[in-house]
């Protein structure tokens, strides 16, 4: 059992957590951890490096789940991102190539696996690689492990850059088509881990159709009724792309009736959130402790919340409600 977290106080006074370590210490001893180049259990990756250019550099075992992994420098054109990442920011790329430049200094190997056709794929470092293209570098550093299954993982390592809503949602249906591609025929239920929300995959169909979609307004209603399927995972992604134009078209409608209030001399910022919070049709609902069931079904949620928005009564907007969703959403 973890030991509980004290308190200590700071400059103001005030308190804060500390992080508590497990009283049991886990994985592997520095002994085992150390692997010899000439070890069987690297052959293939190493292998793979050599197909692709590259040198082998060192090898370890993983301290937790004692996978070995290969340090090994590979020339760009031999890396390439995973097809399901989120797209690239070009202004990103070359404010990290700035900085590396400045410090010249490439500190953080890309972590990559064997993809599609023995290709190999980062699933973290597109924008690494492509600073390191910005800079002309000839090599990049490279961590590989066998563990082919990281690439539709690293989403939930990945947080020390944080993704928005959007990129997280397009990131996972991406995520989601290529695995439809090699095992579709698998409940979707069963990429819990790789897809993270079931929100995030009905999002994602959306945002490919409409990049300025307002997400954010409608994920606190997807997430009371939004569940994963027990369908095949092909079967269950024409399905949501169903729901996705459904919400379409209640988000067509909720953006004429934010005009119509607009004419009205109502100019909150948030008004959005107060039109699609008062459409959804579960905003009342408090779930339970440890209950997992939707108040209702996806496509019955979506089939309420467009009969409410079209008897939805403009002249029942006062700016005391707006200022009430105002402050909810400073509490958020």
Do not use: C
Not at 13 to 30: F, V
Not at 57 to 66: D, F, K, M, S, T
Request: glycine fraction near 6%.
């Amino acid at each position: 059992m973890a030991a509980r977290a004290r308190r200590a106080p700071t400059a103001s006074g005030r308190t804060r957590g500390r992080l508590a370590p497990q009283r049991e210490r886990r994985g592997l001893e520095a002994a085992e951890v150390a692997v010899a180049l000439e070890d069987p259990a690297i052959e293939t990756l190493a292998a793979l490096v050599r197909a692709g250019g590259g040198a082998a550099i060192g090898a370890y075992r993983e301290p937790l789940g004692g996978r070995v992994l290969l340090l090994a420098s590979l020339p760009l054109a031999a890396v390439q991102p995973t097809p399901f990442q989120r797209d690239l920011s070009p202004t990103h790329a070359k404010r990290l190539a700035q900085a590396i430049e400045d410090t010249a200094s490439f500190l953080d190997p890309l972590i990559v696996v064997r993809g599609a056709d023995g290709k190999l794929w980062t699933p973290n470092g597109r924008h690494r690689l492509a600073a390191a293209k910005v800079l002309g570098l000839k090599q990049i550093t490279v961590l590989i492990s066998p563990d082919e299954l990281l690439a539709y993982r690293i989403l939930a390592l990945n947080t020390e850059k944080a993704h928005n809503l959007k990129d997280r949602s397009l990131e996972v249906i991406r995520m989601a088509r290529a695995l439809a591609k090699a095992r579709g025929k698998e409940a979707e239920s069963a990429f819990r881990a790789e897809f993270e929300a079931p929100e995030l995959l009905t999002l994602g169909l959306v945002y490919e159709r409409a990049p300025r979609f307002a997400g954010g307004a409608y994920s606190p209603f997807l997430k009371k009724v939004d569940r994963f399927a027990e369908r095949a995972l092909t079967v269950s992604l024409r399905q949501r792309a169903d729901y996705a134009a459904r919400l379409l078209e209640i988000d067509a409608r909720v953006k004429s009736l934010i005009s119509q209030l607009q004419a009205r001399g109502f100019k909150s910022p948030y008004l959005r959130n107060y039109v699609v919070a008062r459409i959804n049709p579960v905003r009342f609902h408090k779930a339970k402790k440890g209950d997992t069931t939707p108040p209702m079904p996806l496509a019955q949620a979506l089939t309420r919340m467009a009969a409410a928005a079209r008897k939805f009564n403009l002249g029942s907007v006062s700016n005391s409600d707006l200022a009430w969703v105002a402050v909810g959403a400073a509490a958020d």
